[in-house]
């Protein structure tokens, strides 16, 4: 049964970080991507980063390139996302999502978790 558990959501003030995990069972990541994703009220989701361990991807979109960090332990079962210098508008419910490839579009991934909550507030 695969499954995929968000944790590492908090309130935090603007400038400051927090490290996401991803924990992930019914699969191995040597043949799949995991991607994260983010929603924040009455937007659409979006795509913020993707590993992918077989072919070595790795990808963040643009608005939080040098800030956010992902990474895998393969032996943990779990994917990170280090997030620093956090603003405002990083606020979200935050999503991993398992997939055949890394992509940016929550279509081309099949099983997501529950999402956990980023707020950056002062």
């Known amino acids: 049964q695969v499954q995929l558990v968000e944790s590492g959501g908090d309130l935090v003030q603007p400038g400051g970080s927090l490290k996401l995990s991803c924990a992930f069972s019914g699969f191995a990541l040597d043949y799949y991507a995991i991607g994260w994703f983010r929603q924040a009220p009455g937007k659409r989701r979006e795509g913020v980063s993707c590993?992918?361990?077989?072919?070595?991807?790795?990808d963040y979109v643009d608005s939080v390139k040098g800030r956010f960090t992902i990474s895998s332990d393969n032996a943990k079962n779990k994917v990170y996302l280090q997030m620093n210098s956090l603003k405002p508008e990083d606020t979200a419910i935050y999503y991993c999502?398992?997939?055949?490839?890394?992509?940016?579009?929550?279509?081309?991934?099949?099983?997501w978790g529950q999402g956990t909550q980023v707020t950056v507030s002062s």
């Open positions: 999502a398992r997939g055949n490839y890394c992509s940016g579009y929550a279509s081309a991934y099949d099983y």
């Open positions: 590993i992918s361990t077989d072919d070595g991807s790795i």
